[in-house]
């Protein structure tokens, strides 16, 4: 992995200038795993991308449905794979070919599927102090 770029967030506003560059680099079938705590503020930057992105829905944490699409001229897909257990489980979803949609996806959790990837994003979230840090990595 080679490390891109590093931010620092104070606060939420801070984290939507963050999304705004992130929105400049991303590109259709992207994928960018997103790893950090509970909390971290992982679907809080999926949020802001698809604001950023004029989505038609608004985006929500999709811990419990697995995973969300959202339209719009720069289309999003976004999983988390908090719950999932086995990799038969993701294989079921047939989750790889939402990669192929000319959608940018978000994988929370990612953990299980990364050594499928061939190229991907990694997005590190740590809170340290009470701030987040955020590094962008490329594979």
Request: hydrophobic share 40%.
């Amino acid at each position: 992995m080679t490390e891109i770029k590093s931010w620092q967030s104070e606060a939420e506003d801070d984290t939507i200038a963050i999304a705004g560059e992130l929105a400049q680099r991303l590109k259709p079938n992207d994928v960018v795993l997103l790893e950090g705590d509970l909390g971290s503020g992982k679907t809080f930057l999926v949020k802001a991308l698809c604001r950023l992105w004029q989505t038609t829905d608004e985006a929500v944490s999709p811990t419990f449905a697995i995973m969300h699409q959202y339209r719009g001229p720069q289309p999003v897909n976004h999983f988390d794979f908090y719950r999932i257990e086995r990799v038969e489980e993701l294989d079921n979803l047939g989750w790889e070919e939402y990669l192929e949609m000319d959608a940018v996806t978000f994988i929370e959790w990612p953990q299980m599927i990364e050594s499928q990837l061939d190229s991907y994003y990694k997005l590190e979230i740590r809170i340290i102090n009470g701030k987040r840090r955020f590094t962008l990595f490329a594979s």
